[in-house]
């Protein structure tokens, strides 16, 4: 009988994580994170077979890690048979040259290469694809080390599929000139879609944001009858989509507000700035929003966190200052492990400290729901 990690005889890649402990993170700060990057390592479609951590005031700018520990990575490595070893922070081209030098004939990833893989097989439209295109291209442009010079159509795996993959023929001028062209493609495809936008002004617009994997989808869904695919992984939908939707104020009878709902990609900590700089056109829902609604999965320990980092890049992109709606999804999971909450004094809790209306519902079993619509509703009726 074959491993489980073989699947349609094809072998499923085997992944090192590696992390470091840095002076003043708090004490589960470096699990959480390695949590989160297994996650990220599944959803790329491998396995994790170990991980390797260290605590250190900075990384070593040379090898990231100390040089005992990074003899203790090769050692794991050759144990567990791994065909890649994945870093949760963004290694420089120098280090990736260096640590290949001592681990050889494994791939060297870091954080930011593996969502770049994510973000290319989940693009769908001629504007992901473009964006996750270009962002590659920018990240490649300083990393031109040996991992690029066997790109072929016939090597697979995680942090293989680049653009270009044509060998070492894909050198700085080339790369260059790719990034040219694509940003020239996506201000043609963001010129169209501003047009669209602009024949949506006098409609009312509401954006979906939140960390990756929240329900983002699954609310949408909810809301506008739609058929979006919504799966229990990071990064599951990468494009905007935009749909009607009307709500019944049951406050007045027959008074109906129609919306335009958007739903956009989901942030996570560390996504790569190149492709922050490339999704800023699918961001403009976002940025052009009447009101957002900023979904929460309430069940994550790690969810105040997740919270801030939304507000943080909502202030980014310079969409801070909207109305803003609180929705605390999944609370059935919440309520399952915390059986002694109190929702209302949590609700008053959650007010009191974010100067913003609040709502908790399950997406996935529908509790709530009607709640939800009519704190909408209230959002626009207070906001305009």
């Known amino acids: 009988m074959k491993p489980a990690y073989f699947y349609n005889d094809v072998k499923t890649e085997k992944a090192i994580l590696v992390g470091v402990h840095r002076k003043g993170d708090r004490e ?11 996650a990220l390592t599944t959803t ?46 963004e290694l420089s081209p120098s280090q990736i040259r260096n640590i290949e030098r001592v681990i050889k ?13 994510i973000f290319s097989k989940n693009a769908k439209t001629a504007q992901a694809k473009t964006q996750v295109e270009l962002a590659q291209n920018q990240y490649m442009l300083p990393r031109l080390t040996k991992m690029w010079t066997h790109l072929s159509k016939q090597k697979g795996g995680i942090g293989m599929k680049g653009p270009g993959e044509t060998e070492i023929e894909t050198d700085r001028r080339v790369i260059r000139s790719n990034i040219t062209k694509l940003q020239e493609r996506l201000a043609l495809i963001e010129k169209q879609n501003y047009v669209q936008r602009q024949n949506r002004f006098d409609k009312k617009r509401v954006a979906l944001v939140g960390y990756t994997n929240v329900g983002k989808s699954t609310i949408m ?28 104020d049951h406050r007045t009878e027959g008074r109906h507000i129609p919306i335009l709902l958007s739903d956009t990609v989901g942030f996570i900590r560390k996504l790569p700035t190149l492709l922050i700089e490339s999704f800023k056109s699918t961001l403009a829902e976002v940025i052009e929003a009447d009101a957002l609604i900023h979904v929460i999965d309430i069940s994550n320990p790690e969810f105040e966190n997740q919270m801030l980092l939304v507000k943080q890049t909502l202030f980014e992109i310079g969409a801070k200052d909207k109305p803003t709606l609180l929705v605390f999804n999944k609370i059935d999971a919440y309520l399952e492990s915390n059986p002694d909450t109190v929702l209302t004094e949590f609700e008053r809790s959650w007010i009191s400290k974010e100067h913003a209306p609040v709502v908790f519902i399950s997406a996935t079993s529908k509790t709530n729901i009607l709640g939800f619509k009519q704190k909408i509703v209230e959002l626009f009726s207070e906001n305009y």
């Open 28 to 38: 589960n700060h470096l699990k959480d994170y390695l949590d989160e990057l297994e």
């Open 105 to 117: 004939d494994v791939k060297i990833l870091d954080r930011s290469m593996l969502i770049l893989d």
């Open 44 to 89: 790329a479609g491998a396995i994790t077979k170990g991980r390797i951590t260290q605590n250190l005031e900075y990384p070593d700018p040379r090898t990231f890690l100390g040089e005992g520990k990074l003899g203790e990575l090769e050692t794991m490595v050759k144990v567990e048979g791994a065909d890649m070893v994945i870093f949760d922070d």
């Open 221 to 248: 869904n909810l809301l506008s009858n739609a058929d979006i695919l919504a799966e229990n992984k990071l990064f599951a939908t990468l494009d905007s989509t935009v749909r009607k939707v009307v709500l019944e």
